[in-house]
Structure formats: C-alpha cells, structure tokens
C-alpha cells in the first residue's frame, strides 16, 4: 500500500517503536508529527522566500515558471480588465503583481476590500460579494485559487469618458484609505471597524507610473487634470481628494526629490558642472523678494475662486486678506526663513534657479 507522500530528507526521521507498548508508540508518533510539521513548514518558509527573492530579482521572463497572469506591474484600463479578467488558475511571479489585479477587479466592481496579511505563503482579499484566494507554491508561484465576483455583469466603460463627470467639486472627501461603513449595523463602533477594515482597493502608489509622465511636464497639475489621467483607470467612486494630492505628491518627489534637500546640493552641482566645462551662475533672491512672489501666487487664487463665486475685490480687501493670511501663517513663513524676524542661522538667500551653457 501507498504509504502517503515520500519524506523529505534531512529531517527528524520517524522513530522506531518496534519493541514498545502501543500507547507509547502512539505517542512517540504523535510527537514525531509534531516536531516534523514545524521542521517542514519551517523548511518551506526558508524555501518560499529564497525562491520568491529570485523571483523578484529575476522577473518573470527570465524565471522557469510559465505564469497564465498578465504580469504587468502597472495598472490596467478598466476597458483591459473587463475583457480579460482575473480567474482561478492564474498565476504571477510576485505578490505585488498579484494584488494588482485583484485591485483592479474590486475597482471595476466598485467594491471596498480587506486584504489578509496574516499569512506571509497566503492571499485573502473579500468584501461584499467579492472573494478571491491564492498561495505561493515552487512549481506555480503565486496561484489564485478562488475567484468570486458580484452576480451583476461586469461594467466595461467606454474609452469616450464625458468630461463633464470628472468635475473637481464632484470629487469625495476623505483620505485615500477610507473605508465602507456597514449597510446593517448603524452604530458607532460598528462602522469604525468596518471603516477599519475595508478599505477603498486603489492606492497612490499604484496609480504614479499613470501620471508620472505628466507631473514631470507639470509639476503643478491640478486635481482636475489628474483625474482626466485617471479616468479610464479608477471608477469616480474611489477618486477622493487625497488620493489625487497623495499621487501627484508622491510622484513629484519621485521625480524631483526633496527640495529642501536638493538645495544643499547645489553648490556641489556648481562644481560637477563647472568640471564638465559648463560655465554655471547660481541666482538667489531675497527673502523679501520670495516673499513677495508668495503673496501674488496666493492672490491669484483667492481672485480665481472670487471670480468664479462672483465676488468682487478691492484694494483694501487684498490688503487685508494678505495680512490676514501672514498672521495665520505666520509659524511656516518663520520657519522657512520668510518671516518679520530671521533666527540666527537662517539663510537669508534663497536659490532661484541655476543657469549654465557650455564654455
């Protein structure tokens, strides 16, 4: 008879209780069990993630592994997801490529998700009338073993967007992780544990290489250009405020890094350039000038806004708003070097831009 699956070698080997009274052979055994599952998983821990590293550092082209997901590490339209949708056999060289796709199907189903992260070889991600399962083995990688989506048909949107759905005063308010209260039970506490636990699928960090591109022509895109880039990606639903700020932020400092650190940079760049025969001028300003330049920027706005609520301005009302905004900002502009008083050690120049051409 067929005795179950071979041993693995190397392990604590099943003792011999020939020669013992059955209760206690019964009992070696059982102990032996023990002690072999926690050697076994142990082993396929160490396994798992020596493979799961070479998966990552390899990438699915050069892996052995013939993997039936897209592995694409970018998101998806919602028109791609509709027609080629996520299904149990799929399987993906990492976790990360797996969890996008299932991001993309709660998107498209406008569904709030939890995500289980108990299980470093396991994949839970449910919500309402959504399920879907996967673990990590050696010979398939990360493979989707359940798949259960909403009775009602899949919504494929048309690639012709109308502009005027993607209004900026439409946008939800919020944090990019809020989550869904529950339909049945209206008490406070039960809707901070649903709020705690589902969550909207969709992620800055996901939606960056969508606008990348854009943020590095315009640094300053607005919330309402950002959604035109997002459009046939995320359903309006989960396009809140601070997703927006969250992925224009974190792309911009991708992309630029962080200024405050970059202009201590600045007079090593001199040098670098100026050794690569560049001749190179570094123009400052003062802070009054900075200061200056603020105040228009926030003007500007304010006479935006005004404009659109059909308000009217004056001289006075400028002036006032100006030194209304200056008081109540009054901590930032000292900090920054920008207020009535400078604290010793502040710079009192601020670097305005760094010229050069060849000499």
């Known amino acids: 008879m067929g ?37 076994t998983d142990a082993l396929r821990r160490k396994n ?12 699915p082209e050069e892996n052995s592994i013939v993997y039936t997901g897209d592995v694409s590490p970018v998101m998806r339209t919602m028109l791609q997801v509709g027609t080629e949708p996520l299904q149990v056999g799929h399987n993906f060289p990492t976790r990360d490529i797996m969890l996008l796709r299932v991001i993309e199907e709660a ?14 070889l396991q994949f839970l991600a449910s919500g309402k009338n959504f399920l879907v399962t996967g673990c990590w083995g050696i010979r398939k990688g990360w493979n989707i073993t359940k798949a259960e989506y909403p009775a009602s048909s899949r919504e494929l949107p048309s690639l012709q967007v109308n502009e005027a759905d993607m209004e900026e005063e439409d946008l939800v308010e919020g944090n990019a992780d809020d989550g869904e209260e529950s339909e049945h039970d209206e008490s406070p506490k039960s809707r901070k544990l649903a709020r705690r636990h589902h969550t909207t699928p969709l992620r800055s960090d996901i939606l960056i290489p969508i606008v990348r591109d854009a943020v590095a022509q315009r640094p300053n895109l607005s919330n309402k250009d950002v959604m035109q880039l997002l459009k046939l990606y995320v359903k309006p639903l989960f396009l809140t405020r601070a ?23 600045v ?21 009054g000038d900075v200061l200056f330049k603020l105040q228009e920027i926030i003007l500007e706005e304010e006479k935006a806004k ?44 601020f670097v305005t831009v760094a010229c050069n051409e060849y000499g």
């Open 267 to 287: 007079h090593l760049l001199k040098e670098t350039l100026s050794e690569l025969g560049h001749q190179v001028q570094l123009l400052t300003s003062t802070p």
């Open 243 to 265: 997703l927006l700020q969250n992925t224009r932020a974190k792309a911009r400092f991708e992309i630029f890094g962080n200024p405050d650190a970059n202009v201590k940079c």
């Open 48 to 59: 798992s993630q020596s493979s799961m590293e070479k998966s990552k550092l390899e990438g």
């Open 306 to 349: 005004n404009r659109k609520a059909n308000v009217k301005w004056s001289s006075d009302d400028k002036i006032s708003f100006i030194d209304e905004w200056k008081r109540k900002h009054a901590s930032m502009l000292d900090e920054h070097g920008l207020g009535e008083t400078l604290p010793d050690g502040v710079l009192t120049k």
């Open 3 to 39: 005795g179950g699956r071979p041993l693995i070698p190397g392990l604590t080997p099943k003792p011999d209780i020939s020669g013992i009274s059955k209760a206690d052979g019964k009992r070696a055994i059982t102990e032996w069990c023990v002690i072999r599952k926690s050697e």
């Open 107 to 120: 998107n498209l189903y406008g569904v709030y998700v939890t995500i289980s992260r108990s299980d470093s």
